[in-house]
């Protein structure tokens, strides 16, 4: 078991000031891996402080040399994307392979669209008779959740440290290894002291101490909606602006001209990947009534090669796992139909669910509204295009979706019926520079290329 006794903050590795920790538990078979600290409010403190103290010659330095530092920042995660992948297995409990892909490759890719993004945007601009400046909001307090524990890092970091702002990191409790990984590859960068600073703690007290903290001038968190009202509030009281990235129930709407057993495929596949524990994963699939039958037997087909313990891994926490479970009890009772898994628990060790597929699911159900964060489909009927987007649109979350039609054109023009920010057309593939973010109660804002870098951005005009 390895032992962490320090924080990053103004440069260097320091105890931390309390005594307490932090187990970070391997879910997959339930033994404590490691030790954090528990950062306390002055831990929090002291790391505000040094990003204040950095932050006006970090915002002095020119976008060219602070693309420089985010490329030696991606030049050291990929030297060490291994053991990235191999950490976030350990802590997390995601397959290794899905870690290697996912977990330690797109992180790479979103740092370098901000490497190369840093370099070539546009920080003053010409309106008129006036001059345009696109300056740094400040310190940013960044609080990042445990599902995708290096993307949501660095999905903050980097556009924050590309426009200029000093960060101060609090990452989830349950996976802050990677984070230490992280801060170690910005250490090795050698971006100068107090620009990037990281305290491990628990969110009702680092992460708290953080949003409500005087000396930050925008948190950007992501996690719970619930949570996330909670830190717009503190953010509130104090007019401190925020980015919140929350919950989803996403529609995979799947039309009738479609290519069903692929929209099937795919669909099962992206509410199995990592565990079903994505806040953009598609949760509803909506299917025309007269291609529902035929759905459901797909459906129910694609779930049974994903054998927990191999194609899928266990939930981060038994904490989780027992949520899950509770979700899949309560669509048996309001009426759903199991037609692969249920809430039985899979065999051995480890925070498993099995697999599940509901049938007979109505959009006033429990699991048709609330966000299950579990390898857990319900699918639902519709009449007709009016219906599907009625079903679509109604629980309060509009974060992504996909749409499944026989061409593009006829999927755009549904998509664009769709409250949400981002949508899917025929298994588009993901772009680490299109904007992603929700509309109601998925959140406030929007990550990834250009229009991520906005939010770290205030505005100033000069009138000559």
Same mark, same amino acid.
């Given at each position: 078991?390895?032992?962490? +006794?320090?924080?990053?903050? +103004?440069?260097?590795?320091?105890?931390?000031g309390g005594s307490g920790t932090i187990e970070v538990v391997n879910p997959a078979?339930?033994?404590?891996?490691?030790?954090?600290?528990?950062?306390?409010? !002055?831990?929090v403190d002291a790391a505000v402080r040094a990003a204040r103290a950095a932050l006006p010659g970090w915002?002095?330095?020119?976008?060219?040399?602070?693309?420089?530092?985010?490329?030696?920042?991606?030049? !050291?995660? =990929?030297?060490?994307?291994?053991e990235i992948a191999e950490t976030v297995t350990a802590e997390l409990g995601s397959p290794l392979?899905?870690?290697?892909?996912?977990?330690?490759? *797109?992180?790479?890719? *979103?740092?370098?669209?901000?490497?190369?993004?840093?370099?070539?945007? =546009?920080?003053?601009?010409?309106?008129?008779?006036?001059?345009?400046?696109?300056?740094?909001?400040?310190v940013v307090g960044a609080i990042t959740p445990w599902n995708y524990p290096l993307h949501q890092v660095v999905a903050k970091v980097a556009p924050?440290?590309?426009?200029?702002?000093?960060?101060?990191?609090?990452?989830?409790?349950d996976t802050p290894l990677v984070a230490q990984l992280f801060a170690e590859c910005v250490d090795a960068a050698r971006i100068p002291a107090g620009v990037f600073n990281l305290v491990t703690g628990l969110g009702p007290v680092a992460g708290q101490a953080l949003a409500e903290h005087e000396g930050?001038?925008?948190?950007?968190?992501?996690?719970s909606t619930a949570v996330g009202k909670r830190i717009g509030a503190l953010a509130g009281a104090a007019v401190k602006r925020v980015a919140l990235e929350l919950g989803g129930k996403s529609a995979n709407v799947i039309l009738p001209s479609a290519d069903l057993p692929k929209a099937v495929a795919v669909g099962v596949a992206n509410v199995m990947a990592n565990s079903g524990q994505t806040c953009s994963a598609w949760t509803r699939m909506l299917v025309h009534k007269d291609r529902y039958a035929e759905a459901v037997?797909?459906?129910?087909?694609?779930?049974?090669?994903?054998?927990?313990?191999?194609?899928?891994?266990?939930?981060?926490?038994?904490?989780?796992?027992?949520?899950?479970?509770?979700?899949?009890?309560?669509?048996?009772?309001?009426?759903?139909?199991?037609?692969?898994?249920?809430? !039985?628990?899979?065999?051995?060790?480890?925070?498993?669910?099995?697999?599940?597929?509901?049938?007979?699911?109505?959009?006033?159900?429990?699991?048709?509204q609330e966000e299950i964060f579990g390898p857990?489909?319900?699918?639902?009927?519709?009449?007709?295009? +009016?219906?599907?987007?009625?079903?679509?649109?109604?629980? *309060?979350?509009?974060?992504?979706?996909? *749409?499944?039609?026989?061409?593009?054109?006829?999927?755009?023009?549904? =998509?664009?019926?769709l409250d949400t920010g981002q949508v899917d057309i025929n298994g588009g593939r993901f772009n680490p520079l299109a904007p992603f973010g929700g509309y109601k109660q998925s959140g406030i804002g929007r990550e990834l290329g250009p229009h991520g870098l906005t939010e770290y951005l205030q505005t100033k005009s000069l009138q000559f």
């Open positions: 078991m390895k032992q962490h +006794d320090a924080m990053y903050i +103004d440069g260097s590795w320091r105890p931390a078979d339930e033994q404590v891996i490691a030790t954090v600290p528990a950062g306390s409010a !002055q831990d915002a002095a330095t020119p976008p060219a040399e602070r693309a420089a530092h985010l490329a030696a920042l991606h030049d !050291q995660l =990929a030297a060490r994307a291994e392979d899905f870690s290697r892909m996912v977990h330690a490759g *797109v992180p790479l890719a *979103v740092c370098g669209s901000y490497a190369e993004l840093a370099g070539t945007y =546009a920080f003053e601009e010409k309106i008129g008779n006036s001059t345009v400046l696109h300056e740094p909001v400040g924050a440290l590309a426009a200029g702002c000093t960060v101060v990191l609090k990452p989830a409790e930050v001038d925008l948190v950007s968190f992501t996690g037997e797909l459906a129910t087909a694609a779930a049974a090669k994903y054998v927990p313990g191999e194609r899928v891994g266990p939930l981060v926490s038994a904490r989780q796992r027992d949520r899950v479970r509770g979700y899949i009890e309560q669509g048996i009772a309001e009426g759903a139909r199991v037609v692969a898994g249920g809430p !039985q628990t899979p065999a051995g060790t480890g925070f498993y669910v099995t697999p599940t597929v509901f049938a007979d699911v109505t959009p006033e159900m429990t699991i048709a857990v489909l319900p699918i639902l009927k519709y009449e007709d295009e +009016d219906d599907a987007a009625r079903i679509a649109n109604d629980t *309060v979350y509009g974060l992504a979706g996909a *749409v499944w039609a026989g061409d593009d054109a006829e999927a755009v023009a549904f =998509a664009r019926r």
